[in-house]
């Protein structure tokens, strides 16, 4: 009977760790029921390389909306992104958005970075100016293998 107690006692304490990490993840992912308010914005990048559905996107490195979508566009050829923002934040009508990084190890994100313009975007509007992801590896191989982008016989010419 002892032993029996001693196993229902272990499962409730592993039951009520789980919930405890469940609601600690939907804290810091801000996947709670509200998060879901706001307005939609749409953008186009070349490439959005480490960027996923439910990444941040931020302001001023402040989380103020999500990914809600990634698509391939079969014409262009150009990653398609829905982003939620709090309909707090109104952002300028020429405000960009760019793929950034939060360093060597960390994950990638969408940044916007405000207009001065007097008008801003409406709901379901699309941001023109776009910056797509860096791949670090290219740089890398491009550093470590000397490649430049100038052609061999403009090169040429131009050392003495």
């Known amino acids: 009977m002892a032993g029996f107690k001693a196993e229902v006692g272990a499962g409730l304490a592993v039951l009520a760790a789980a919930i405890g990490f469940l609601v600690y993840a939907e804290q810091v992912t801000g996947m709670s029921g509200n998060a879901s308010a706001g307005y939609e914005l749409r ?59 939060e ?12 207009g001065g313009s007097a008008e801003n975007y409406l709901p379901g509007a699309e941001i023109e100016d776009t910056q797509g992801a860096v791949s670090l590896i290219s740089l890398m191989m491009k550093f470590a293998g000397g490649k430049s982008d100038i052609p061999a016989d403009v090169a040429a010419q131009t050392t003495p």
């Open 43 to 101: 953008a186009s990048f070349r490439s959005v390389e480490g960027v996923t559905v439910g990444a941040d996107v931020r302001l001023a490195g402040v989380k103020i909306g999500t990914v809600k979508a990634l698509t391939l566009n079969p014409k262009t050829f150009f990653a398609d992104v829905v982003l939620s923002v709090q309909e707090s934040v109104q952002l300028p009508n020429d405000s960009s958005a760019l793929v950034s990084s």
């Open 103 to 114: 360093g060597l190890l960390g994950g990638n994100f969408i940044e916007l970075v405000p």
